[in-house]
Antibody, heavy 122, light 108 residues
Framework: EVQLVESGGGLVQPGRSLRLSCAAS????????MHWVRQAPGKGLEWVSG????????GYADSVKGRFTISRDNAKNSLYLQMNSLRAEDTALYYC???????????????WGQGTLVTVSS | EIVLTQSPGTLSLSPGERATLSCRAS???????LAWYQQKPGQAPRLLIY???SRATGIPDRFSGSGSGTDFTLTISRLEPEDFAVYYC?????????FGGGTKVEIK
């Protein structure tokens, strides 16, 4: 059974940093690209970032480019999102999602975690 | 960036009725790389349809997807009580992988 478990969310002041983690199990982690998708309270889904199976291809939404860094550790079956210079508009539930493809060029998201909540407020 | 516009914003229907949800893209979606997700309150999104018309594993056949180019449709042939939820389309053929704003299917 595929499982994706996010952690690391919490309340943080504007301008500070936070690192999210996603622990994956139930599939061959290093065969697939992985993504972060967020959902602001009461709003829709927004793709944040994606990383290919070998970290060779990485992409970011314009809204987070230069502030967020995605990474993965295939030996630990883990995905990460380092979030710096956080803003109030980054407040959201952050989901980790598995792609059905090895690269970020394409691939729908066939499994999602339950999300971790990030609240940016003073 | 491909912008996806979903309509209607809310669909009020009764169990047993047919639901037709629309997703229109601002430019052609390559290779019909269009997916549909269902999200219930307090839950993560769940994949329903990929490749515009292929059902994901375990998805009942009352859910069907169609369309190509810029116009796509999700149809639920007969609504079951568990189908009342928010539905999102997503294009995954180009970066960024954008989502539509969602259609809420509510009980009339």
């Amino acid at each position: 059974e595929v499982q994706l478990v996010e952690s690391g969310g919490g309340l943080v002041q504007p301008g500070r940093s936070l690192r999210l983690s996603c622990a994956a199990s139930g599939f061959t982690f290093d065969d697939y690209a992985m993504h972060w998708v967020r959902q602001a309270p009461g709003k829709g889904l927004e793709w944040v970032s994606g990383i290919s199976w070998n970290s060779g291809s990485i992409g970011y939404a314009d809204s987070v480019k230069g502030r967020f860094t995605i990474s993965r550790d295939n030996a630990k079956n883990s995905l990460y999102l380092q979030m710096n210079s956080l803003r109030a508009e980054d407040t959201a539930l952050y989901y980790c999602a598995k792609a059905e493809y090895y690269d970020i060029l394409t691939g729908y998201f066939d499994y999602w975690g339950q999300g971790t909540l990030v609240t940016v407020s003073s | 960036e491909i912008v996806l516009t979903q309509s209607p914003g809310t669909l009020s229907l009764s169990p047993g009725e047919r639901a037709t949800l629309s997703c229109r893209a601002s430019q052609s979606v390559s290779s019909s790389y269009l997916a549909w997700y269902q999200q219930k309150p307090g839950q993560a999104p769940r994949l329903l349809i990929y490749g515009a018309s292929s059902r994901a594993t375990g998805i009942p056949d009352r859910f069907s997807g169609s369309g190509s180019g810029t116009d796509f449709t999700l149809t639920i042939s007969r609504l079951e009580p568990e189908d009342f939820a928010v539905y999102y389309c997503q294009q995954y053929g180009s970066s960024p992988k954008t989502f539509g704003g969602g259609t809420k299917v509510e009980i009339k």
